[in-house]
């Protein structure tokens, strides 16, 4: 089983559950900005994932400014609430297997998740090649 708890007008989003779809699976899709967190939800994946709130907060395209949540005296505890509040400040796509959870920022993050790889060559939506046409990484993180 596969989750993605996706925002389809993030980029980076939408090349992870491509990336998932394109290599065999029908993962769970969660659309967190509408159906919103649970601390217990929040929780658990940020420790799963070996996140805190602080490195979970997405701190561009979002009121994380605007709400003083960059301010490094602001507690992981405030940061959690405003998260519940504003399902938008946590950063994505986060994504779920049995191999593990973990923030898929970049995109290609997400293959050390799956048992099963997309045919390459493979390329981003922007053009930028993850999988060779052998089907090996082409460098970028991990």
């Known amino acids: 089983m596969v989750v993605i708890h996706?925002?389809?007008?993030c980029g980076t989003s939408r090349n992870v559950l491509k990336i998932i779809h394109d290599a065999g699976y029908e993962p769970v899709?969660?659309?967190?900005?509408?159906?919103g967190w649970t601390r217990p939800q929040l929780q658990a994946l940020f420790a799963a994932a070996g996140l805190?709130?602080?490195?979970?907060?997405?701190?561009?395209k979002s009121?994380?400014?605007?709400?003083?949540?960059?301010?490094?005296?602001?507690?992981?505890a405030v940061i959690l609430e405003a998260m519940?509040?504003?399902?938008?400040?946590?950063?994505?796509?986060i994504v779920a297997t049995p191999k593990g959870v973990r923030l898929c920022r970049p995109s290609?993050?997400?293959?050390?998740?799956?048992?099963?790889w997309p045919k390459g060559p493979y390329f981003k939506e922007d053009g930028e090649m993850i999988l060779d046409a052998n089907g090996h990484r082409t460098g970028g993180s991990e």
């Open 29 to 35: 899709v969660v659309e967190y900005l509408q159906q």
């Open 52 to 60: 805190t709130p602080r490195t979970a907060l997405r701190t561009t």
């Open 108 to 116: 290609e993050t997400v293959l050390s998740l799956l048992d099963d």
């Open 84 to 93: 519940l509040e504003y399902p938008v400040l946590v950063n994505r796509p």
């Open 6 to 9: 996706h925002n389809p007008e």
């Open 63 to 76: 009121p994380a400014e605007a709400l003083g949540l960059l301010e490094e005296s602001v507690s992981d």
